[in-house]
């Protein structure tokens, strides 16, 4: 895989299939994506970050709502552009897709109900 020195270059899964998006150095990438369903609505928002000094941050945030109220997950994650030195595969039908080595800085969620009745 070819990395240029100021964009990154990496595959992410992405409703139910591999995307392969590009992060200029200092910039990010947003994708978001919502659905009506038969108990209201679920989203995904996913936010890609390229730091000048070559760390990837990945925000992600999914949830929704439905009978039982709204529910959110947040996720932050972190890796480096650097997919050459550090890179992680993901195979899936015979195609192998490189992605950064994602580790996990926080992770939390939100329960409307749950915050109403003071968990």
């Given amino acids: 895989m070819k990395i240029e020195k100021e964009t990154a270059r990496?595959?992410?899964?992405?409703?139910?299939?591999?995307?392969?998006?590009?992060?200029?150095?200092?910039?990010s990438r947003r994708m978001f994506e919502s659905h009506a369903h038969e108990e209201g609505y679920s989203f995904t928002d996913e936010t890609y970050y390229h730091m000048e000094d070559g760390t990837?941050?990945?925000?992600?945030?999914?949830?929704?709502?439905?009978?039982d109220g709204r529910l959110e997950h947040y996720t932050t994650l972190e890796g480096h552009a650097n997919l050459?030195?550090?890179?992680?595969?993901?195979?899936?039908?015979?195609?192998?897709?490189?992605?950064?080595?994602?580790?996990?800085?926080?992770?939390?969620q939100w329960d409307q109900y749950a915050e109403l009745a003071g968990y």
């Fill in 84 to 108: 050459i030195d550090d890179p992680h595969y993901d195979k899936d039908d015979d195609e192998i897709y490189i992605r950064p080595r994602w580790k996990v800085v926080e992770r939390s």
């Fill in 56 to 67: 990837l941050v990945a925000e992600c945030v999914s949830g929704g709502r439905d009978c």
């Fill in 10 to 27: 990496f595959w992410v899964f992405w409703q139910r299939g591999w995307v392969k998006i590009s992060v200029p150095r200092g910039k």
